[in-house]
């Protein structure tokens, strides 16, 4: 389980996070939903320690993401697939993929590339193993960055806003792999602007605005009129992005 | 004036490979030594050690931007007046050499470590990979790509630099030249001579590099979708 409590984060003076407490359980589907500078970007980059916590507790599993040794282990159990990508550019797609799992988790390179090979056939792209990501298109890549977090076999899987930066066509492809995952069962915490996919994948939708969660709700009561929707915030909200989806 | 000008004897040649030899051990073993010194300095600059980091970039901007001569002279001269060693006309050249490449060599590693995208650093990170893991298989891979082109160009320029040596009385290729010269008065054979062999060396240097920056760079290389 994740257990954010109280999480407060402040960049200099400005308070993006204002006292969060969330419980995410295994198997449960979470997209985190929320305007511009909402904090939900943030929140899930302190779940795996990339940020600082200013104050409050985040634990994953038990283990404490601001002790050192236990960071080592929150990593282990999360996943980051990242909007930019972010894969190494000087190592083959296959390489990007095997290079955690051989030198944290201490897979044989064998074993670790057989496990890539797999990983890449279920995303379509075992003809791509050996290319390098400059030679990827932008969807392509991140079915490798969602192969690469995979590959760690993590309990956990933090998507953070992964088609911001796709075309309609490519996010297409990367939200029906992240679908399937989803189908799985793996446990999934997914900062988005897609509604549709948020509403197709989630279990529970959580709604942050100005640092603080305004809902956090079961999927059908989110999107219900008189739910989730009964809130001017969130119902403005719902309104913008689907506008913003019809005309993309 | 009973000196004439005597005419070109095998033992020239003899001279020359001799003179050559040492001007090549000279730059092998200041580069290598420059590079690895350089290396660390830059990584303890990098990685913003406090104090030792700010300390070393003020010793390296006085390399830089010093001439090498003066260098040379303060060690040659210099240290033995403060330390009881037997300083040697090498021993000097060797330490100036290293202590001058070693400052420029540090400024390459900062610029290319600077030069790499942070976000795929973050990425590592956040799956859990070790620092030295990151260094090894991301950082350094990736800055080599970058620096081998002014790592070269360094080469080229420090082996030039060599020849300052001879000032102080190393027998190299600069110093052989000379000493040749005195003898037969043929400057218009002797120094173009001279000139030719740096200029091989320098070309040598250039190809063998680009041959390496092509090796690391061939991610770079692979357009765009």
Known sequence: MIDIKNLHKNFGDLEVLKGVNLKINPGEV???LGGSGSGKSTMIRCINGLESITSGTISVDGFNVENKQDLLEVRKKCSTVFQQFDLYPHLSVLDNITLAPINVLGNSKQIAEEKGLELLKSVGLEDKTLSYPAQLSGGQKQRVGICRALAMNPDYLLLDEVTSSLDPEMT???????KNLAKQGITMISVT????????????IVFLDEGKILSDLPKDQFFAVDGGRADPRIAKFLSKMSEFNEKA | MGYGAEGFSIYDLQLWAQGLGLTIWIFLISSILGLLIGCLIGLIRSYRVPVIGKLLMVISEFL???PVLVQL????????AIFTIDMTPGLAAIITLTGNTAAFIAVIVISSIDSIDKRQ??????????????LRWIIFPQSLSVAMPMLVGLAINQLQVTSLISVIGVIDLTRVGDI?????????????LIGLTYFILAKTIAYVGTRLEKRFSAY????EL
Do not use: C, M
């Open chain 2, 64 to 66: 830089k931007n010093s």
């Open chain 1, 193 to 204: 602007h897609e509604i549709e996919f948020a509403r197709e994948i989630s279990d529970r």
């Open chain 2, 121 to 134: 650093l973050e990425a590592a990170r956040s799956f859990a990979l070790s620092e030295t893991i990151i």
């Open chain 2, 73 to 80: 002279f303060l060690v040659y001269f210099g240290i033995p």
């Open chain 1, 30 to 32: 979470v997209s985190i």
């Open chain 2, 180 to 192: 040749i010269n005195q003898r037969t008065f043929e400057p218009f054979i002797v120094w173009p």
């Open chain 1, 172 to 178: 297409a492809e990367v939200l029906e792999i992240l």
């Open chain 2, 220 to 223: 770079r290389l692979t357009n």
